[in-house]
């Protein structure tokens, strides 16, 4: 019974946000990453900020969720420049000329072994010149999904604490995935 308890315990305590009339947490939808709209507590914040200012910081924030995603998906679709790619398939033609000019030199002379060979060693110095070329090139540095939404989310809200100074704090928990919003001038009639 014990052991029952004590899970269930955990279970509330990871789904079931804190709200308190000095503390609110906000639980990220994981499968859209956005903040549900329906989160606003008159009973705590109807005296410091508005439900449509409260609303438009919750869309303002799943936004910067949802533009940190689609920034990684512009970077994950990187490609080689085209002309590195027409050179690649120039190599390996020039590979299979190689070896069908290798098999008919056997049988047709020496001036074919001569031909072969140049293909090959062509095929050779592309493939050289593309290696050194993808080994010397700078490549951006890429923040990862959860750099982004952090930096993007910790600047609109110490914006959004700069214009409720003293009244109320926002903060995102980017490991748990909450918006902890900590209330400074308490309602005196929910006390």
């Keep these: 019974m014990a052991s029952r308890k004590g899970s269930i315990k955990k279970e509330s305590n990871s789904n079931i946000p804190i709200c308190t009339p000095t503390n609110i947490q906000i639980k990220a939808n994981l499968q859209n990453f956005t903040f549900p709209k329906n989160s606003y507590k008159e009973d705590y914040l109807s005296h410091i900020i508005s439900k449509s200012e409260y609303d438009n910081i919750i869309q303002s924030i799943s936004r910067i969720i949802s533009s940190a995603w689609m920034k990684k998906r512009d970077n994950d679709k990187l490609t080689l420049p085209p002309l590195l790619t027409t050179l690649a398939v120039i190599a390996v033609l020039c590979a299979l000329i190689y070896l069908i000019v290798i098999y008919y030199s056997i049988q047709y002379g020496t001036i074919l072994l ?21 080994f010397s090139r700078r490549l951006g540095t890429f923040k990862t999904t959860q750099d982004i939404i952090r930096e993007d989310i910790n600047d609109e809200l110490s914006r959004q604490n700069n214009i409720y100074a003293n009244k109320i704090i926002f903060h995102f928990n980017n490991e748990e995935s909450y918006l902890d919003i900590k209330i400074l001038q308490v309602n005196p009639d929910k006390k």
């Excluded at 293909?119 to 050194?132: D, E, M």
Aim: charged share 0%; hydrophobic share 65%; with cysteine.
């Design 114 to 134: 001569v031909v072969s060979m140049i293909c090959i060693l062509l095929s050779i110095v592309i493939t050289f010149t593309i290696a050194i070329y993808n």
